[in-house]
């Protein structure tokens, strides 16, 4: 048998380790669910001992499945969710204080007080992101300031910052013996810290938030050889890490300017690949990194980000309590002929883009007596095509070619009812692949890259993906209607929380 890729896949609301082979097909797999904190509106923390624990599990468990061990793997590969913020301690490997995740919305107040300095287009041209509370960098300050002590070790390097890449990277190559303190590019670009063109923290950006450099992880290629690891993968190179976004990216194989995926996980991610030049959207969308691999130029992508797709079904599950399972929704939608004029816009922490809003919050609009939770599972699952449509419409005026079809993938592109309305409500044909745990296969790719086991990404692009598309069957009245409806209803969302 030839060697496997590893792929470790920490998620805002799972961990992953995905094995898969040369081909990039997945050979087997085990995932945990962690706690979502949240001891406040709008706060989200993640306890990241616990999710460096369940990484190790899920390790331990996905060889076990597969009957495999170390030394079958050539290398092992990293994805993420961005943005979630962790301190620790350097000496001992304690957090000082939960992470906090990126949907956190507790820095708004100095989003507001960075704007009325006037900072925002500098800090906008330097990293391609707008002042919100999305971004790492007032999340850390927030903890710097917040957590007694935090500040004065982190000024003398006793306390690092990391994004969960830097996190589970310096653990799995040994912690505080010999762990490797480092960030990926990918991950770097969405701290808000890093400038987008020298791919250096940006002194006057550290100024700003007010962050020690001396707690800063070095910033390396997407695709590389960090270290070895030890534990269960003990002597296994670890070779790529990737945000999970960017790395759905490439296990899409979008490896041309112009090729777009969106994976439906916890939100909704569109990215597209603009090659080797960073582009300022006009449009509400990001400028980010695609990846850069080894030594080669780095590859940039603009990105449509939307909070809350999957994890509506799951407060839909966990909140409501009118499911079981999230993939109980697609029957539940399916006792309905259609939506009932009911739409959801899910603003829980307010809406992302294209329309930056943090003052937005979620809502149900258009109930009469005749709604029912069909009504509303349907609601539930077409705001994440309709906020999707939004951005790509943003992403097709900044790059001024129209998207011929869109690349689908993560858990909720299971869905058919969805699939098949996504692509009735843009237009255009849905692609769905094979396989939708496409984030780890993509890490797995940089890990592989890194190491020789494929010769350039024309052979990743080779693998076979495609297993269904759908085609858009809507009448053009329809979909205006259908649109117009929804637009009213974000109207309505706007302005509420001040
Ligand atoms: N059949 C389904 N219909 C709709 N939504 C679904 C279905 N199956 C799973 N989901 C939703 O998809 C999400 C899981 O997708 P995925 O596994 O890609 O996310 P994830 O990788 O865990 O997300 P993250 O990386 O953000 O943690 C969950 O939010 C779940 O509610
Ligand atoms: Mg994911």
Wanted: with cysteine; aromatic share 6%; glycine share 10%.
């Amino acid at each position: 048998m030839s060697k496997l890729l590893g792929a470790l896949d920490q998620g805002t609301t799972s961990t992953r380790f995905v094995l898969i082979d040369a081909g990039g097909d997945i050979v087997a797999q085990a995932q945990r669910e962690h706690r979502q904190i949240c001891p406040r509106p709008g706060w989200v923390e993640h306890d990241a001992a616990e999710i460096w624990r369940n990484a190790q599990a899920v390790i331990e468990a996905a060889l076990a499945k597969a009957k495999v061990s170390a030394c079958d793997l050539s290398a092992v590969g990293v994805a993420n969710q961005r943005e979630t913020t962790v301190l620790w301690d350097a000496a001992t490997g304690a957090p000082l204080h939960n992470a906090i995740v990126w949907m956190d919305t507790r820095t708004q107040v100095a989003v507001d007080r960075l704007a009325a300095l006037g900072v925002g287009d500098m800090v906008h041209a330097k990293t391609g992101l707008p002042l919100a509370t999305y971004f790492s960098a007032l999340k850390l300050a927030w903890l710097l300031d917040e957590t007694p002590g935090a500040r004065a070790r982190a000024t003398e390097g006793a306390a690092l910052f990391g994004t969960i890449d830097s996190w589970v990277i310096w653990n799995l190559t040994g912690g505080a013996a010999s762990g490797r303190h480092i960030v990926d590019a990918t991950n770097a670009s969405r701290t808000q810290l890093m400038n987008i063109e020298t791919l250096e923290w940006d002194e006057e950006l550290l100024r700003i938030f007010d962050i020690p450099p001396a707690c800063l992880p070095k910033i390396s290629a997407s695709s590389e050889v960090y270290g070895e690891c030890v534990g269960a993968l003990a002597g296994v190179p670890l070779a790529g890490a990737l945000g999970d976004q960017h790395a759905a990216l490439l296990g899409q194989a979008c490896i041309k300017a112009g090729d777009a995926k969106n994976t439906y996980g916890t939100g909704c991610f569109l990215l597209m690949n603009v090659g080797e030049t960073p582009r300022v959207s006009k449009n509400g969308l990001l400028t980010t990194l695609a990846y850069q691999l080894g030594d080669a130029k780095p590859c940039y992508a603009l990105e449509g980000s939307i909070a809350i797709a999957g994890a509506l079904m799951q407060w839909l599950r966990d909140n409501l309590g009118i499911i079981k399972e999230s993939s109980e929704i697609e029957a539940l939608a399916k006792s309905v002929p259609d939506n009932g004029d009911v739409y959801f816009v899910p603003a829980f922490s307010g809406l992302f883009a294209p329309r930056w809003r943090g003052d937005a919050r979620g809502l149900i609009a258009g109930l009469t007596r005749y709604s029912n939770k069909g009504h509303i599972a349907r609601a539930a699952l077409e705001a994440a095509a309709f906020q999707s449509r939004e951005v790509l419409a943003a992403m097709v005026a900044d790059a001024g070619v129209e998207i011929g079809a869109l690349k689908v993938d993560g858990g909720m592109a299971a869905n058919d009812l969805l699939m098949q309305f996504q692509a009735d409500i843009i237009d255009a044909p849905v692609i769905r692949p094979r396989q939708l745990e496409l984030t780890a296969v993509g890490a797995a790719y940089a890990a592989g890259l890194a190491i020789g086991v494929y010769a350039s990404l024309d052979d990743i692009a080779a693998h076979p993906r495609e297993s269904r598309r759908f085609a858009p069957d809507m009448s053009p009245q329809e979909r205006a209607r259908l649109v117009s409806s929804w637009e009213k209803a974000v109207e309505r969302s706007l302005g509420w929380a001040v």
